[in-house]
């Protein structure tokens, strides 16, 4: 869709930039409490090692790049085309971390130096997340 979006746009406008991170494992579920400009409000939300590494590999990404932990490169690993691994050091985890990169098949996005593209979204999916009643 992002593809999409930049071949329809005009041509001074920049271009849509997604970068995404993506881990697999067992996660905290449950209300946060949010605190920002607008007044305090809670959110259901997923929390953990697993969120935390999802959002560094997002980080790591560039010009729409799809990133993966190793559980996650696992269960894809069949069906999908990957780079790697490349160990790699991660804010707030102890030890490197095995990245993997999606291989799209699509073009790579490009930007000129200084295209104002500089702003990229940041989504941190959970694949699977692991309930329990108690």
Known sequence: QTLAL???KAPHEPEIL???GINTGKVLLGATRIRGATGEHLTYTASGMVTNIASRLC???ELGEISLGS???KLVERRFTLRGPV???LKNVRDP???YRLETGEPALTREPGHPSEVQTRI???LEIETRSS
Do not use: C, Y
Request: aromatic share 0%; charged share 10%; proline share 10%.
């Open 6 to 8: 930049n071949q329809a």
């Open 18 to 20: 997604v970068n995404i």
């Open 59 to 61: 980080g790591l990404g």
């Open 71 to 73: 559980n996650t490169a």
């Open 87 to 89: 160990s790699t050091r």
């Open 97 to 99: 971390e095995p990245v």
């Open 124 to 126: 941190s999916p959970v």
